[in-house]
C-alpha cells in the first residue's frame, strides 16, 4: 500500500472530511485530493504537513 492510500485509509477510519483535513494542513483543496487518490506523488513536505496536521508521526505511513 502506497504511503498516500495510507493517508487516505487513515482519514477515512477517523471520520475526518479531506476539504477539512486539506484546509488544517493548508494544502489547496484540489492538490491534496490529487495526493490522497495517487495522482501525485507525495513529497516530503507534502507528508510533513500531513502529519502534523494530523498529529502523526511520519513514521506511521512509512511502515
Not at 504511503?3 to 484540489?30: C, M, P, W
Amino acid at each position: 500500500m502506497s504511503i498516500n492510500e495510507k493517508i487516505r485509509n487513515y482519514i477515512e477510519k477517523n471520520g475526518l472530511k479531506f476539504n477539512f483535513v486539506a484546509d488544517k494542513v493548508q494544502i489547496e483543496e484540489k492538490r491534496f485530493y490529487r495526493l490522497i487518490n495517487s495522482e501525485t506523488k507525495i513529497s516530503a513536505e507534502d507528508l510533513g504537513k500531513i502529519c502534523k496536521g494530523l498529529d502523526v508521526d511520519p513514521s506511521f505511513f512509512l511502515n
